[in-house]
């Protein structure tokens, strides 16, 4: 089993920035894509970025130029920074971790990030 717990979320005005982490416990088998997911309420979560364990990014369009991941794998961590946030990023933040060894996904619990003024 792998556990994530997400930090770093909270309340931002237009414009601003947030970094949000996630770190990873439990049996981590490598080789993995760690990821971060939002939720907006009333819509579908959605793939906001991701990384390989060969520092292989993606990124959603929406937050091309503005968001960054990356990943510290001797803390088993990943991270998101988010710039210059927009109203449409205010959603629960998920972290996942994809294992290709068992073929499963682990997900934290949110987070919550607020875009307001």
């Known amino acids: 089993q792998v556990q994530l717990v997400e930090s770093g979320g909270g309340l931002v005005q237009p414009g601003g920035s947030l970094r949000l982490s996630c770190a990873a416990s439990?049996?981590?088998?490598?080789?993995?894509?760690m990821g971060w997911y939002r939720q907006a309420p009333g819509k579908q979560r959605e793939l906001v970025a991701d990384?390989?364990?060969?520092?292989?990014?993606s990124y959603a369009d929406s937050v091309k130029g503005r968001f960054t991941i990356s990943r510290d794998d001797a803390k088993n961590t990943v991270y998101l920074q988010m710039n210059s946030l927009e109203h449409d990023d205010t959603a629960v933040y998920y972290c996942?971790?994809?294992?290709?060894?068992?073929?499963?996904?682990?997900w934290g619990q949110g987070t919550q990030v607020t875009v307001s003024s």
């Open positions: 990384i390989t364990s060969g520092g292989s990014t």
């Open positions: 996942k971790i994809y294992d290709y060894v068992t073929r499963r996904d682990f």
């Open positions: 439990g049996t981590i088998f490598r080789p993995n894509t």
